[in-house]
Structure formats: C-alpha cells, structure tokens
C-alpha cells in the first residue's frame, strides 16, 4: 500500500510511524488518561485496514484523519486533543512558510511533484532549479494576492486547472506563431544588436535559432516556425555559391552543366550545415526556464510561393526528416530519438499518394516516424474544411507548439494573418468532476456544467487582464522586434490581446469518463455519443457567448495534460472514492480521447475522433498506437493517406528506447513493485533512469525526462491500434 507525501512522492505505508506519533500524543497527558502499547498497536493496526479498502494511494492528511478516528475510537480523548493540537499547529507552521519549503524541498531534489511536472525538464539543473525556485514565488503570489479564494480553491480540489501559475505572477503569454518571415526579411534585434536580413541559407539557420532561443525565454509555451520562411535564402546562397564557382573555374574549359552540378553539390551541403545548425542547436540550447526551446518546425510545401521556391523548400524538408532519422548521440555515442524540434509534415495532394511530385517526401516522413515518431501530420484536405474565415476560404497552418490552434483571422487588409499571433493562455474544466458531482441526474448535470464553466471564464479573465497594460518593453524580441509585432517602445499590447487576433483557450479533459458515468457506456457507442458531443457543443456555445460579450477569441482546446491527469484522478477519488471505469485509474483521459484501454482499431479511432476533432478549434490532435514500424513503412502510409482523407491533425506513437547498460534497442518495460511503476530494461533489468534513454509521446509532444505514477499507469495501459 502506498503513501502520498506532502512533496508528492509515494512511499510504502509504515505502522511505526502511526505507533510513534501516537506516542508522542501519548505521552503529553496524565498516565491515567493513556492508552495501552497495545491499544496504540490496534489504532496502527485499523489505521492499515481502512486505508487499504479505499484500493488506492492514500495521502498524509487522510492518514492523520483515520488516525484521529481511531483515538476517538479508543475513547482516548485527551491522547485526541493532543494529537489534533499537534497536528494544527505544525499545519499552521506550514502555511506560514510554505514557500521555503517547497525551494528547499526543490534543491534537494526530494519533490516528486515538480521533479515529474515536465518530462522534459531535468529537476537537478541548475538552470531548471531556478525557474522552479521563481515559480514557487510566482505561484505563492498567485495563490495568495492575484487570484480570487474561489478560483484557487477550484483550482486546489481539481474541479478546474489554472494552467502556468508558476508564471502568472509575470505578464507572459502561453505561445505563439512566430513571424520568422518578417524578422529575416526585415531584419531584427537581438540582446540590444541589431541583425541584418541574412546573406546565405546558412546564416538565416543560424539566426532562426537565435531567435527561437530568445523567444521561448520570454514566454512559458510552445513556438512554431516554418520552413517556408528559410526557403528564399537556398536561392541566395545558390547565387553566391555560383559565382564562386565560375569565379574558380574562369579560364577553364568547362560547360554550364558542370557549373551547375558543382554549384548545386555545394548548396545541399551548406543546407545539410543549415539544418544541422536548427538541430543541434535546439537541442543544446537552454532557455532561462531552463530546458531546450520547446519548439515545432513546420514543413508544408502549399506555403511556397512559386514552383521554384518549392523545389527549394523540398530539399531543406527532405534533410530535415534525413537527419531526424539519424537522430543525435547521447553522452554514450549512441544515435538516439530528440525531443525537440517537433515536426509537423503536411499531406497535401502533391505529396499523398504513389506518383505524385513530392510522394519520396512522404515516403521519407512514413520512415521517420516510424523510427523517431516524428513527424505529426496535418492533413491539408480536412484543414481547409475545418479552418475557414469570415470570407468563407479555407486555410491550413501550423499549430503554436504542440496542439494549440489559431482561429482564422483577417487583418485590415483583408487578408489571412497567423505568424505573429498568439495564445493567452489556459483554464481547463474537469469534465469527470462536474459528472460525479451530479450524482448521474441529467438536469443537475447540465447546471453544475454551468456554474464550473462560469468558474472557468471569470479565471480566463483572469489570465487576460493579467496581461492587459502589458507594455512592449517586457519582451522586446516578441513585440518590438517582429516575433508577434512591431509595436512602439513603450507602447501598450492591448489591441493585440482583442478582435480574434490573439486566443485564449478553455480547455476540457475526460470527456470519456464524464460520459461512461452519466450514460454508464463508452462515447464510442452510438447510445452514450450523442452526449459527448452535446457536452463539446456545450462548451462550445459558452466559447461563443464570451467572445461576444468581450470582443476575445475564447477558443475550445483539447488540454494535453501532463502532470495534471495525476492530479485530477487523485482528487476525484478523494472526493468520489473508487468508482469502476471513472475513477479506478490514476489517470483520466486526455480531451475528448478513445480511452487508451479500449480495443479500437486505427482506422476506426481515427474516424471517430474526427468529429470531436472539428469541435476543438483551440486546438486537440488524435493518435494511434503502433508496434515497431520500420520494417513495415507501407502500413505507415496507409494510416498517413486515411489521415489525410479523415482527420484534420493527427500522430503515429512509436517506441524509440536505449539501455546504456546493455546496448539493448528496443522498449524499454514498465513494471510494478509493491505498488509502484519501475522503468526496466527487459534484457539486463537495468531500472537506473539514468543510464537508459526513454522517449515517449505522452501529451501531443515526446518526452524524455519520465513521468509521475499516473502518466506512467496510462502509459502502461496503452492498448496497440495496428
């Protein structure tokens, strides 16, 4: 049986430390009024049984409940009074300090919470030690002076996730499309120097991740930048690169042909150096949160804007996937899957079947996500239907990060605007609270849905007026210098934050198990689907109502959920207790997801999904789990092409693991021992997460650095789909 800690680790259940606080009560009063060693033994004893039929891990404080009731049992008040006394006082030492704790607790590297918070996060580094250290502060402030009581409450019991308030107390936006375009063309300013409009691929490479560092420094979420955006320097650099080489072969006999072969030869290899430059520098980069920049690379021909230029953005897409595929060296040597950049490939009709143009493209990306699990794929087709502008016209973009979405705008031209935007940020609904706590009537459901959803948009203000007054000076790189605007020093980004030019998301989670309780079936069948998707146009509708009201794009966003599924599912249980199928796992199921135990086919999952697909605009993305796929890259471009034909965003999650013990290429296995999950390598038995690389795709993004008890339980529980 396991025990949660106040810093989140779960340890093994000890009676000797019921038996010694007990004692300890014990003997403060009269000998008269003392219990028996062997009254004391019982009380541990019973404490033992009741929380073993609870059938899931117990915190502290519920362990010091039943402690309490097990005195009272004894009849034993005074040893009570003594015990309560105890117990509230080092409750009040606590809060009156909880903020020292909790760095101290993060230098010595003993708090599992935010040790698991990011997988991508490395919790002994320095650098990732400081960004915690700050986001205690932040979150202390939060808490205590810029939101209301009844929000952090919310927040506390799991009935809503106020997302990001170790960086609330800042004025800092979630993430962002960033014009790469306007910053290499018209060049921009970086730490006070200004930098020119780049003469070469490579050069344009190299500043495109200076940039990329600098903005991810200045917000807390994720970043995209295309590679449309480089392709006009191939050009250049071919220019350049042609007059050198006629330059070295005047006065020899030699045709326009040889020219052109030596030319373009040299022109792949400075932009075989121009990715290498994206690549490893993004990798190796760390940010003042402390981790690499947490950035997608956009690769979509369509964007091109002539037939040359998307020849040229062909060949920086095809070395892109090239060198994915070769992965990079872990501190053994060993070639291994990176977590960042993540691609996104779209499948377009030049590229999605067998004979067209660019199909080698596709059949590259089918071979790198079956070794690397990137890239993610948007279909082109499904986009245009789903993204449609005020006109009527369709478009098809990137995500910012890892699933969060524009909504199609319009800039006073009239013409389609999404480099430059942005997201403001996130508050997400706990779908499965709302069911539970209507106890399965309809009607109250639907108004307890009401009053958490007002909950949700007065915290969404919140988050708004936070950055309201904002001035451009905060982040000069993102609002002075073209990453999101060219705005005025000194200037205010008020009107950015109105009108549909920025987002801000409410997000959902648990549609599975909100609709398993209320109609007792999965959404899957066609009985209990028609609720989850009225619980999807729901929200939507609210989204809708906000929008109107205050002149912001309130955008519905299918919230990935990393650490914040264990914590859902734990304050369900406290609050709900075990229920079969709802509140029996240590996870809740991520937007409006198959749950990942249910026997689904891909095809089928990817179809059915869809649908729920089109009602989160702010965002969401779909996956099928798949075996080990490199030796069967024709069964990859088959869920690619029905991707393109059924789905608008969607992934293939592989296994990409290496033990440095053994050398074993393979997957790594989870196991349980006394009640928690162990990392073990299944040839050597290595469970030193140290000397093993695991990469896992667990929220629309791939992780490296492990994961809390709950998103490894769901891990583990993942069923294969193909």
Not at 79 to 96: D, F, G, N
Not at 143 to 159: F, K, N, S, T
Not at 193 to 216: D, G, L, M, R, Y
Request: hydrophobic share 35%.
């Amino acid at each position: 049986m396991k025990i949660i800690k106040r810093n989140g680790t779960e340890v093994t259940f000890d009676a000797d430390k019921i038996v010694n606080a007990v004692r300890k009560a014990n003997n403060e009063v009269s000998e008269t009024s003392r219990l028996t060693e062997e009254q004391i033994a019982e009380i541990a004893k019973n404490v033992r049984l009741s929380a073993r039929k609870l059938h899931r891990a117990v915190n502290v404080e519920e362990i010091q409940d039943l402690v309490e009731d097990q005195i009272m049992e004894q009849k034993a008040y005074a040893v009570a009074r003594k015990y309560i006394t105890y117990r509230y006082t080092r409750s009040l030492v606590r809060q009156s300090n909880t903020t020292d704790a909790q760095i101290l607790t993060l230098i010595e590297c003993n708090n599992e919470l935010v040790k698991q918070e990011n997988s991508n996060k490395n919790p002994t580094v320095n650098s990732v030690q400081r960004d915690y250290m700050a986001g205690e502060v932040s979150k202390d402030l939060t808490r205590r002076l810029l939101l209301p009581a009844d929000i952090v409450e919310a927040h506390d019991q799991g009935l809503i996730h106020f997302h990001d308030a170790d960086y609330f107390a800042q004025h800092m936006h979630n993430c962002d499309l960033v014009n790469l375009e306007d910053m290499l063309q018209n060049g921009t300013v970086i730490s006070g120097t200004f930098i020119e409009k780049p003469h070469s691929f490579s050069t344009a490479c190299n500043i495109a991740t200076q940039i990329i560092a600098q903005v991810a420094s200045n917000q807390y979420g994720g970043q995209s930048i295309s590679l449309t955006h480089l392709a006009p320097f191939v050009e250049i650099s071919r220019q350049k690169i042609r007059s050198e080489v006629a330059e070295e072969l005047a006065g020899v006999d030699v045709d326009e042909a040889t020219v052109h072969r030596i030319a373009e030869k040299r022109l792949k290899d400075e932009i075989k150096k121009g990715i290498q430059t994206i690549q490893y520098q993004v990798v190796t980069l760390l940010t003042t949160n402390g981790q690499a920049p947490f950035v997608t690379v956009f690769m979509y021909l369509g964007e091109a804007r002539s037939e040359h230029e998307r020849d040229d953005l062909a060949m920086i897409i095809e070395e892109t996937l090239n060198q994915r595929i070769q992965g990079v060296k872990n501190e053994s040597g060993v070639w291994v899957t990176p977590a960042f950049p993540k691609l996104i490939y779209v499948l377009e009709e030049d590229n999605v079947r067998e004979g067209t143009k660019y199909w080698y493209l596709t059949e590259l990306a089918a071979r790198c996500t079956a070794k690397r699990m990137v890239p993610d794929y948007i279909s082109e087709k499904k986009m245009l239907e789903f993204k449609v502008d005020k006109n009527g016209e369709g478009h098809c973009y990137t995500c910012m990060g890892c699933r969060s979405f524009l909504t199609p705008y319009l800039d006073e031209n009239g013409k389609p605007k999404y480099y430059g935007r942005f997201n403001q940020g996130v508050v997400t609904i706990n779908l499965v609270d709302v069911a539970l706590s209507s106890k399965g009537d309809m009607d109250e459901f639907w108004k307890i849905f009401d009053e958490r959803l007002d909950l949700c948009y007065r915290a969404l203000m919140q988050r708004h007026n936070r950055l309201v007054g904002t001035l451009s000076d905060a982040a000069p790189i993102l609002w002075q210098y073209g990453a999101l605007a060219r705005l005025k020093k000194g200037e205010k980004i008020d009107k950015l934050l109105y009108g549909g030019y920025s987002t801000i998301s409410l997000g959902y989670a648990g549609l599975y198990e909100c609709t398993k309780y209320m109609t007792g079936k999965s959404h899957t069948d066609a009985e209990a689907k028609p609720f989850a998707l009225a619980v999807m146009q729901h929200m939507n509708d609210r989204c809708k109502e906000w929008k109107a009201k205050e002149n912001i794009d309130f955008s519905l966003y299918g919230t990935p959920l990393e650490s914040t599924t264990y914590k859902f599912a734990k304050c369900l249980q406290q609050r709900f207790g075990i229920i079969p199928g709802v509140t029996d796992k240590n996870y809740i199921t991520n937007s409006y997801h198959v749950h990942v135990t249910e026997q689904i086919d891909a095809f089928t999952k990817l179809k059915f999904e869809s649908e729920f697909q089109q009602l989160s605009p702010g965002g969401a993305i779909s996956y099928v789990e798949v075996p080990n796929m490199q030796d069967n890259i024709p069964a990859v471009l088959a869920v690619m092409q029905y991707i393109y034909d059924n789905i608008m965003y969607a992934e293939l999650n592989t296994k990409s693991d290496y033990c440095q013990i053994c050398g074993y290429d393979g997957e790594i296995q989870i196991i349980e021992e006394d009640g928690k999950l162990l990392w073990e390598c299944p040839h050597c038995h290595n469970r030193d997460q140290n000397k093993m690389n695991v990469a896992r795709r667990t929220c629309g993004y791939i992780g490296t650095q492990y994961w809390n008890q709950g998103r490894t339980q769901e891990i583990r529980d993942r069923v294969l789909h193909l």
